[in-house]
């Protein structure tokens, strides 16, 4: 969805989407949701809201996959990109929440996929009490035990353990 610049008015304006997306980098499940509120300071448009979309993730512990709702709140200051006059660009740290647009209009869906995909854990997880996969046989740990030694300490440790013994 884009929106045209000139269409934001001084009072501001609402968007309300609800959009099914198929992003490669986001594994959606269900249509993406967001509730925006655009407003406009000199060439600035600020972006506050929040989008909410159903995500199905792979454990980073157990492998298995599972699903989890995102609801996170946006909040994105856009600056015409002539301002640094170059395509490329290196952010700073104050300039994290910030984002470029170029000509007239501001591209919704562009911004949606880049809150989702930066709001995505790096280590997803299906519960927090998650106990992963046995490293030696590849038991599913939350569901069954397994027989294996877990109490086998590397040899180059080995030297560690002696001062726990003192």
Do not use: W
């Amino acid at each position: 969805m884009k929106i045209l610049i000139a269409d934001i008015t001084d009072e501001g304006l609402e968007v309300d989407i609800e959009e099914s997306y198929r992003f490669e980098e986001v594994p959606l499940v269900s249509p993406v949701k967001a509730h925006l509120g655009l407003t406009k300071a000199h060439a600035e448009i600020i972006v506050s809201g929040n989008v909410t979309a159903e995500l199905e993730l792979e454990c980073s512990r157990c492998l298995k996959r599972f699903r989890r709702v995102m609801d996170e709140p946006v909040n994105v200051v856009y600056h015409p990109i002539e301002e640094i006059g170059t395509d490329r660009h290196e952010l700073k740290d104050d300039e994290m929440d910030m984002g470029f647009y170029k000509g007239e209009e501001l591209d919704l869906q562009e911004l949606l996929k880049e809150q989702l995909i930066l709001n995505i854990q790096m280590k997803p997880l299906c519960d927090e009490k998650c106990k992963g996969i046995c490293s030696h046989c590849g038991t599913d740990l939350n569901t069954e035990t397994c027989g294996c030694e877990t109490g086998k300490i590397d040899s180059r440790l080995e030297v560690l353990k002696k001062l726990f013994e003192k």
